[in-house]
């Protein structure tokens, strides 16, 4: 049985009180209670957190959290990951208690990129409120589209994109091919997958690429309003540096996100964006994309042309 969303993320961080700062007061995410003095929690609906922050020996990206519906697609889910020769480790009733979820496991994919399973919707029934004034972040009626996106690095994509639609039930949304050293005859062009299991466009994305230091490529959270992108932009220019810019604000050609980039404290980088396509997967033909973005989008490490 298939995922059902990206329920929450799990982030490692040396210095917590960056990671506090950062996703409260540059990102607008709202701590939540946690009981454990090693772990920070951000809220962004009616769940009880989305980013687990723990502390650790280095700053990155740990692992997704993938949700299912209930026990019986959680198991053959875990069996499915088995038989395909994955490793399953089963976390104990106190931990999955304390990620308030019914059952947790924990496996890797083909890349070597880690992500927890778990099934079991808690409710934080305190009304969320952002401490810097973002409206609303889009998880879908009920949560049901997820946080957000992630990105991962996949140096054996066929495996690994076989692996994410035959295993746990992903299906492809675009196909893409972008060629990042001018689309000569020399430039093999890097393979991408845009990955749905909900009406998101994609809640996962794998590159071509070898693997990240950081965990993970980027993460996506999408707001309810430009607005809310607007002002978020306006807080990273604030901060001269502190917040590292990493794409200017553009839109994506195939999920239609209006967006920017910017560094986390763990490395990797985190999309904000508004007005992302939503679609009906029981319809949806894949697309094929070979641009990134129809404006915008210039990263820090590209030159002026
Ligand atoms: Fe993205």
């Known amino acids: 049985m298939a995922v059902k969303s990206l329920g929450y993320v799990v982030i490692q961080a040396r210095d917590l009180g ?15 209670a946690s009981e454990r003095d090693d772990v920070v929690l951000f809220r962004m609906d009616d769940r009880p957190f989305r980013l687990w922050v723990e502390k650790g020996e280095r700053d990155g990206f740990v692992a997704p959290g993938w949700e299912f519906a209930d026990a019986a697609a959680y198991e053959t889910a875990l069996a499915a990951l088995a038989a395909a020769g994955r490793p399953v480790e089963r976390a104990g009733v106190m931990e999955a208690r304390s990620r308030q979820v019914y059952d947790l496991a924990r496996s890797s994919d083909p890349a070597g990129n880690a992500m927890e399973l778990f099934y079991g919707r808690f409710v934080d029934y305190a009304p969320f409120v952002s401490p810097a004034g973002v409206s609303r972040f889009v998880t879908g009626a009920n949560g049901d589209m997820g946080l957000g996106h992630v990105v991962l690095t996949a140096p054996n994509f066929a495996e690994t994109h076989a692996f994410y639609k035959k ?29 749905h299991c909900n009406g998101r466009h994609h809640s996962l994305a794998l590159g071509e690429m070898p693997e990240s230091p950081n965990g993970a490529v980027h ?26 810019l990493s794409a200017t604000l553009g839109r994506h050609v195939n999920d239609k996100m209006t967006s920017f ?41 590209e030159k002026d042309d």
């Open 18 to 32: 960056a990671w506090r700062d950062f996703a409260a007061n540059v990102v607008g995410l709202m701590p939540a």
């Open 167 to 195: 295993v746990l039930g992903f299906s492809d949304t675009d196909l893409g091919r972008f060629y990042l050293m001018g689309g000569g005859t020399d430039d093999p062009g890097v393979g991408f997958a845009f990955l």
């Open 219 to 244: 993460m996506m959270l999408e707001v309810g309003a430009l607005e809310d992108v607007g002002r978020a932009y306006d807080r990273v220019l604030k901060s001269k540096g502190k917040v590292p």
């Open 261 to 301: 980039y910017m560094q986390t404290p763990g490395g990797f980088d985190l999309e904000y964006g508004w007005n992302g396509l939503e679609i009906d997967p029981a319809t949806w033909v894949p697309t094929t994309s070979l641009a990134v973005s129809d404006w915008g989008h210039k990263w820090a490490h």
